[in-house]
């Protein structure tokens, strides 16, 4: 129903613009950007909603207005929609009741003309614009999923093709063998690297089935092994089967299956281990063998004994250690040594030759044979025998004769109960026993002296915790003079109180403890401590005497210590006297001796320790300034005999020595009846058990100082 056209002459009122007011239009902007958010998600601010609508708004009202409603401008309008995201179950229905509220009902709206007629249009409009953009979307967002869909399949076919060529690259090019087989074992494709390992031809591999070509006492563990894998009850199967050439040889191959996805087949790799177990051999062969002679190792040497000492037969171990190989190697250089140790090598095996034995290089110059004893293996002495004389036959190397001997140590009827590590360290003491005596010897298992040398040894490894721990002291021992007993002197010594084994003698530990580094700051220490004690004891004029080993003695920086040991303490240098070994001089550089000498330039009272008869023990009392000599305890030690020859030579020796105005000590004295008769043989002064009683020596050297006797002279 339309409303009455006016009167034909009377005039038409003037239209108005509806929503004419910017505040009204805001209202309506704000209600309609509420509601529209209501209905679903808007990826924009509030505020960037109302103003986006309010635009909107205004080109609605600028078409409402118009002679004929802009429907294309409301189509538009209902496109921008869309576009925002208007796009809920109810944004449309909200955004036509909010406009047509709002465009209905503008100021003066009574006056308008047909204005529902042109809002219905411009509302129509607007659904249509507002339909027609979904549908766009809706039908672009299909057109990109296909497109995306098809790009997705061409590019899944594009990579299904390179990975199909690139398995037949792997399939073909692999040095393992690959085959992929039907649920009973029918091969239905295989690669060139399968027929090389069986040694057939394609045709002759291809149709066949896989059990065919593997031996047959291996057949019935594999097709167990691929049911099992068909059961699901193993992941993978991995076996070592043997396979069968064409040519009937067996060829031992690593094989792995796994089914296959989607299949009722398997798919199972082949690889031949004839290289890996070549490798294997090669390297378990570097493992137990020397590389330089060819001989077993100390390991490969190690388990054969273990397993001669389960055998009943009776076995002898050698532990052979070349004599002067250091020699060679100094002097002729390291090629040259390696030259001597495989010629010896070679000589060794030849004598052991037709015995069930072996022979193995431990290290360096250090060799093992191990002989398992029948009834005519020669006994230990004529083996020792063939093979010293077979090694010092001449080996020309570089045009030089040499000629080489051995030191051994012998283990004899090996015990079953001992760890073969035992036994090679009971060879090896035995054969250090043997060194020590000479070139050329031997010695066979002691186990008594194999128990001391091995506690030594012990003592010797535990010292530098004892040192840390203040195990170690210092004792002293009176000095006496034989004439009337009075102690005139003390002799600083190490001091070691075990917490096992109670004080330990020096002899149990010293000899070995020169070895090592610690050697070296005990006998610094021995020096300060001693002389500190001295001087704090009031003993100024006592000399306080100590014995240096060896190496405390080849220390070069000997005389720059023992300065500056004498300039923190108060008494003269002649009251230090430092004990040097003659034997060790005799054989020592002239930089040795040069020391000594400057030792005696510090005013330090040089004493020759272990003096003996000899001439060139004779002559360092020409080369060396020295204060006095101890002799040899192997002359105090020896029986007293009026007509023994030695004692008669210590006579001559002393009185020579005597009449340079050297000093003669006698230590070790056991006897009233020694220290008498080396006091008629010219020895003024004299040490040991005899003064020291079974208290061995004291810790507190203030109660030598100021004299007194020391002992009885007579009746021990």
Known sequence: MTRPLPSGGQERPARTQPLASPRERVKVARKWAYLVSSTTYLPLSHDQIERELLGLLDRLLAAVVGDQPATESAAEVGAELVRLHCVGRTSLQCTVDVLAAALLAPPDSRSADRLPERVARLLGALASGYVEAIRSAAVEQR????????????????????????????????????????????????????????????????????????????????????RD????????????????????????????????????????IVTDDAELTLLQNQLRHQLLHDMLTGLPNRQFFSTHLEHVLHLPNPATLYHVDLDGFSLVTDGLGRKAGDSLLRIAADRLRSV???????????????????????????????????????????????????????????????????????????????????????PGRWERYDPVWDVQAREAIGLVAAMPGAWENGELGIGYEPVVRLADGEIVGAEAQLRWEHPELGLLLRDRYLELAERTALIGTLG?????????????????????????????????????????????????????????????????????????????????????????????????????????????????????????????????????????????????????????????????????????????????????????????????
């Open 229 to 268: 894998l068909r059961d699901g009850k193993i992941d993978r199967l991995r076996s070592r089967p043997r396979f069968v050439t064409k040519d009937g040889d067996l060829s031992q191959a690593t094989l792995t299956a796994s089914l296959l996805r989607g299949s009722h087949g398997y798919v199972t």
């Open 524 to 716: 610094t220490w021995l020096v300060k401590r001693g002389w500190t004690d001295k001087a704090a004891g009031g003993g100024a004029d006592m000399p306080l005497l100590v014995p240096l080993t060896p190496n405390q003695m080849a220390d070069p920086r000997l005389a720059g210590t023992i300065q500056g040991i004498l300039d923190s303490a108060a008494p003269t240098p002649d009251r230090l006297w430092l004990g040097l070994p003659a034997g060790a001089l005799l054989v020592a550089g002239h930089e040795i001796v040069d020391d000594a000498r400057a030792l005696a330039d510090l005013g330090i009272g040089v004493v020759l320790l272990d003096f003996g008869v000899t001439p060139g023990e004779l002559a360092l009392l020409e080369d060396l300034p020295v204060h006095a000599v101890r002799l040899d305890s192997r002359l105090v030690w020896h029986a007293i005999d009026e007509d023994s020859i030695a004692l008669a030579g210590a006579r001559n020796m002393i009185a020579l020595v005597r009449q340079a105005g050297i000093t003669v000590l006698a230590g070790d004295l056991e006897t009233g009846a020694q220290a008498r008769w080396w006091r008629r043989a010219g020895v003024e002064l004299g040490m040991g058990p005899l003064f020291t009683g079974d208290k061995g020596p004291v810790t507190d050297i203030g109660s030598l100082i100021g004299g007194g006797r020391a002992g009885p002279l007579r009746g021990r």
């Open 352 to 438: 052991v030759a037709g015995e069930n034995a072996m022979v193995a290089r431990f290290e360096s110059d250090k060799f093992g044979i191990l002989i398992e004893n029948s009834a005519s293996t020669p006994d230990v002495l004529t083996m020792i025998e063939r093979i010293n004389e077979t090694l010092s036959e001449p080996i020309y190397i570089d045009e030089k004769g040499l000629a080489v001997t051995a030191g051994f140590g012998v283990v004899e009827d090996l015990p079953r109960n001992v760890e073969p590590a035992e036994l090679l360290r009971s060879a090896d003491l035995a054969m250090r026993r043997a060194k020590s005596k000479g």
């Open 143 to 226: 057109d990109t999923s296909d497109q995306a869909l098809l790009n997705a399949v061409r590019e899944s076919q594009r990579e299904w093709r390179a990975s199909e060529a690139q398995l037949d690259e792997i399939f073909l090019g692999s040095p393992s063998g690959i085959a992929v087989t039907g649920p009973d074992g029918h091969l239905v494709r295989t690669n060139p690297a399968l027929h090389r390992i069986l040694d057939r031809a394609s045709s002759e591999v291809t149709g066949g089935n896989l059990f065919e070509f593997v031996h047959e006492a291996d057949r019935r563990v594999l097709r167990d092994g691929y």
